[in-house]
């Protein structure tokens, strides 16, 4: 049992848990994840690290409320108890000197955008952040992602702030105008990383992406998370998260990571019917 | 009872007692045990068809097909006297599990299959008087804290809190020493959590057997991944010595075309799905699990068996096993194949799969197979499975399960870098479970490749005597050549 020290509301949908887990804290770095099962009778679901402190020796996850599982993190307060926290989990960010990094975020992906940008200016890259969200309200991390920024963009898809258009657009802009870049980093919904990676392919950008498949266990034992990647079968929890983007057969993580739908929805219901 | 009467001779009752078992037509509506047990007047009667044979060179009995030698002969004396709780403490003073190997050991091939009434009868029934035993001393006997020995002072981590290092657990805690197990999992039994289904291990008798475990003071972690959370050698910083039984966690794939489709899982995400994250109660339990109109699994082991039974539960309307070898090289346990018929699995024999055909929403719609012949034996010794030409055909399925085998994990073995591996990827062990890490041992699976439960305790017994001695007498360590070698030969 791993206990809830603090939790908030990021969004109206987007909560933010900070759980004592001093172990996982001690060995965490930028770019893995965690499982976390809520409750003994819960569903073991992966959610990124947004931050860790070996020195609080806690873990912050943040979640967008789409589900059950979410929605009932979403209730903890703290004190409260999380039945089983496993982790960290997948292979840390590839982290060296690539020079200028281009590090795009959407959605609930700007909160493990966070520690990764962090990660990557601390080891001397030259961050270039791009963050995105349907409108000003729903941007999360954006002080501290810019506070790691040596450039930093906003985007809403309504123009309620900065950029009114896609994260796409900006970066469409950098290389239309010759900017130096070497290395795209993205994480957000699957359309967005798809659409990231189609832009930087023609100009062979290097572009990683952080995959967020179905899993189960989250140790390589079940395959329910695996990907093509060059046609080759990998493991997300495992080989990943984080995969070449253009290697990626996104048609295919789309289609897998509708697989539960209509009992997703059944789990929800009952939930919020309170049964 | 004076001696020479038991050795006068007797009549032999011919066949076991009957095991009662669930109507197979109600059992496929539910998850219960498939056997539900004999009662005490019944194992005194099947214990007194045993002979009591003694051991020796040149005449093998019972005993010489345990792999973790057990007493056999003296517990089952026991039985026949009705001191269950003597005939029990036997059993322990060798098996850490006996609730379970009393369901799951292949008994047929192992004590039951050398026994000397076997030979012209049915043999003993010692697997039911195991798993007799093992229930009514759960349900009879209230015990609290177990004894051990006096602390040697020795710590030992154990990584992965499965059959063999259950085994090891237990063991070295009756030595005295001090052990904690780590389990990557959120609850300690490995395959016999997240495996094994309930209607052949309940779980409830797993977690009993883990208590008991820790009630002989064995500290048991639960949530940690070894290779992530802490390195086998920052382990070995805290810890006198290591023992690794991470088991074969890793799913075999086709790798055939469709593969990736929607419907079609590993045997072990079906399984985990249903068994450790009790998807069969879903909405109660909030892990889903679907089932289509028909279930095909592809495979024909135990796991193969375990997923076509657990699918007909899961309500689906027909399940099919597809297994490219005849009915005689099943590498199931018979008594699994005769329950899986008995419950209407279908043994789609000498087929093949070739590709998986899905529909335009990305869901597996069809298998395409091939019938096969067996031509000459290859190197396992069984017949060559040969494809026919020209005699493809479709199968209609919206579930594939493939279960055709397991590898190796292969975290333990990433993170620590000098642990020597065969080819196969497995940890390379000396035959007493020595690995080419000085104080680290390894057993079960991880080291033998994907096998059984009672050949993973066997395991993790022979590395008990290793480590007891390397802890107690002597530290000295084989000379790296050795592993060289193993590593090369396996």
Known sequence: MYEVVKSDKLTPDVIKLEIRAPQIAKKAKAGQFIMVTPT???????????????????????????????????????????????????????????????????????????????????GGNRTINIIGARNEKLLIYEKEIESVSDEFYVCTDDGSKGHHGFVSDILKKMIAENKKIDLVYAVGPIIMMKVIGNITKPHNIHTVVSLNPIMVDGTGMCGSCRVIISGETKFGCVDGPEFDAHKVDFENLTARNKRYIPEEQISLKKFMEGK | MPEEEKKAPRKIVPKKYPMPEQDPKVRIHNFNEVPIGQDGQTAILEAQRCLQCKRSPNRKVCMDGCPVEIDIPRFIKQVQEGNFSEAIRIIREKQNLPAVCGRVCPYENQCEGYCVVGKKNEPVGIGRLERFLADWERKEEKHGKI?????????????????????????????????????????????????????????????????????????????????KLATVDELLKEYDAVFVGTGAGLPDWTNLKGENLNGIMSANEYLTRVNLMKAYKFPEFDTPVRVGERVVTIGGGNVAMDCARTSLRLGCKESVILYRRSDAELPARREEVHHAQQEGVRFELLAAPLEFIGDENGNVRQVKAIRMQLGEPDASGRRRPIKIPGSEFLIDAQTVLIAIG??????????????????????????????????????????????????AMGDGKRAVYAMHKYLMQDPSWPAPEVFEKLSCEM
């Open chain 1, 40 to 122: 003994e009778h819960g569903e073991r679901i992966p959610l990124t690290m947004a931050d860790f402190s070996p020195e609080k020796g806690t873990v912050t996850i943040a979640a967008l409320e789409v589900g059950k599982t979410t929605r009932e993190l979403g209730r903890m307060k703290a004190g409260d108890m999380v039945f089983s926290l496993v982790g960290p989990l997948g292979l840390p960010t590839h982290l060296q000197k690539y020079g200028n990094v281009v590090s795009i975020g959407g959605g609930i992906g700007l909160a493990l955008m966070y520690p990764v940008v962090r990660a990557l200016r601390q």
């Open chain 2, 406 to 455: 397991q590898s190796p994990n292969p975290l333990v073995p990433m993170t620590t870098p000098d642990l020597k591996t065969t080819k196969e990827g497995t940890i390379a062990v000396d035959p007493e479970g020595r690995t080419s890490k000085k104080g680290v041992f390894a057993g079960g699976d991880i080291a033998s490749g994907a096998a059984t439960v009672i050949l």
């Open chain 2, 147 to 227: 004894a051990v020995p006096p602390p040697t002072g020795k710590r030992v981590a154990v990584v992965g809190g499965g059959p063999a290092g259950l085994t090891v657990a237990g063991d070295l805690a009756k030595l005295g020493h001090k052990v904690t197990v780590f389990e990557a999992l959120q609850y300690c039994g490995g395959v016999l959590i997240y495996g094994i289904p309930e209607f052949r291990l309940p779980k409830e008798i797993v977690r009993a057997e883990v208590d008991y475990i820790s009630r002989m003071g064995v500290e048991i972690h639960n949530d940690c991944v070894i290779g």
